[in-house]
């Protein structure tokens, strides 16, 4: 086939032109990414092999191979991996394959990467992180039973695609060398390289470089092995350092910054496995973007990768965790369907969440600071496990910081301290969940709690008004959301009760939406507020779900009265007396209430008026 010339996708031709243009520090990267996309190959066709035999076509003496050819200034990487078809390369080297490149696109076109040149490492941009090293990139490369094919590019605008002979299944990466990336045909240079980015990979890379024999000036090759292979999982603790652990790590996520936590350890008895799991400090790019809501460790048997797309191994809510499992246990030849439905995952996957939600606890306990930064960052996710994971709900639960109205703005308690700090046998842990803390610090529905001198939790994580419920109790006691339910009434409201009847009955009829109008106890120093059923949204969530274009049922709260307010004792005796005025004021109550909720009033411009009139006459 002729020659054929294509475009690349927008998205790309930008993103190649930020990597040409704007990084010059941790070029180095690339070494890794192509490394690492080798060894991705081998792993892919090696999968295959097991259940189809004939597609490893004997070749499957696994290497990875660098060589350095100082007189064309070229580095070429070849790989005996899977390959790729024609369809494969326009697809995976001509639009974006990976998801966070779309991601890592909208945010470095602000961010001055010059500055931040770490950002890079955070998306993953894997293959054309060669355009930071090369003027131009060769890609020759074959799948199984498919034609050999040409891929090349100068990383502007287009690339080309060739047919090519090639006997062997793999690809061979050619990239010419930008004059000042020469380093990387240097010997010592590619070597520690590879030693810091790719020593535990399990697979063998190998430089081959040129000697020239000192007698009879012959020119040889000589090959040798520059990883030491050794998968750092399988190797005892005392013996990795932690350098070995974060390189690790950042060849895993793609993430530049140190690892918050390590946990490393080999499970035995029932279940066999090894496992090595990371806690990020800072919530990962590609987590924020793609609502993918599923965890992915790498699964490997008996060193063999298996996957990274299991989403029984790990829970959803703990997606914020990067790592591998090695079992010993598992079969290896068996597709992946069959063994995703394995039981001995469910039995990995408990001892996993044990182990990480046990971590999170002693963090918790030794270093508060350090917890708080991490529950800043996965405290929204840790709370999806309420809903999600029962068994460890409680476990979960008490992972959890909130404000309190005990506490200053800023300052985090626990569900496990508030109860502590409890002076009578109160039953109930109170909370009241809202857009932020200046909205619902002065909020009417704490002012009986306050005069009560008792704790109140704020919560202003938009998931806490659907996931706090579900958790029903803490250690014996009930989460009581002070915005809704019922309360117990006093006694002393029995008498008030009978001078308010019609007036509570006139209200009702006059107010739309409103489930029901009485009396409370519930307020100190306001006249009204609205109080929605237990298990029913709040209203700032109601709002903000509006805002979003999201359909939202009827909610009808009860309107709830404070006698001994002077306002409302006021609008009673003009009920009673037949005044007129006793309408307006009415739903004055009522809207005011309404604000007070974090709702929205259904007619402002009848608010307005309202007030007018009043205002008009004082
Ligand atoms: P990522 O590896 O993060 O998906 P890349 O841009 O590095 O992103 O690569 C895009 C895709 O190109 C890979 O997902 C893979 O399918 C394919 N690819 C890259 N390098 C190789 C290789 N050496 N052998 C086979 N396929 C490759």
Redesign the pocket.
Known sequence: MAQETMQFKTELEQLLHLITHSLYSHREVFLR??I???C??ID?IRFQGLTNPDCLEDNTDWKITLRADEEAGTLI?T?N????SRE?VI???GTI??S??KAFLARAQEADLKENPELIGQF??????SFMVAESVT?D?K?HGTEAVRWSSNGTGNFTLDAIEKADR??T?TLHLKEDAKEYLNEWTIRSTVKKFSDFLEHPVTLITTQKDEESEVEEEKEEQINSQKAIWLRPKNEITAEEYSEFYKHLS?DMNEPAETIHYNAEGAIEFKALLFIPEKRPFDLMMNHDPKAHLNLYVQRVFISNEFDNLLPGYLRFVKGVVDASDLPLNVSREILQENPQLEKIRNNLVSRILKTLAQIKEKDFEKFSGLHEEFGTLLKEGLQSDWSNKEKIADLLLFESTTKEPGEKTTLAHYIENLTDDQEEILYLAGENRDQIANSPYLERYKAEGREVLLMTDPIDDFVMPQLMEFKGKKLKAVNKGEQDDTDALKEEEKTFEGFIGYAKELLNGVKEVKLTTRLKDSAAVLVGEENTMSPHIEEMMRRMGQPVPETQSVLELNPEHPIVQKVQALHAANDSKAEALTHLLHDQAVLASGAKLKDPAAFTTRLNDLLSEA
């Not at 993953?124 to 992180?129: D, K, N």
């Open positions: 990414e192509l690492s996309n080798a991705d190959a892919k990487l790989d991996g899977i390959g790729m494969d697809e995976n080297l394959a990976h966070g490149t993953g941009v894997g293959f054309y992180a890609v490369t799948a793999g690809t990466i793609h």
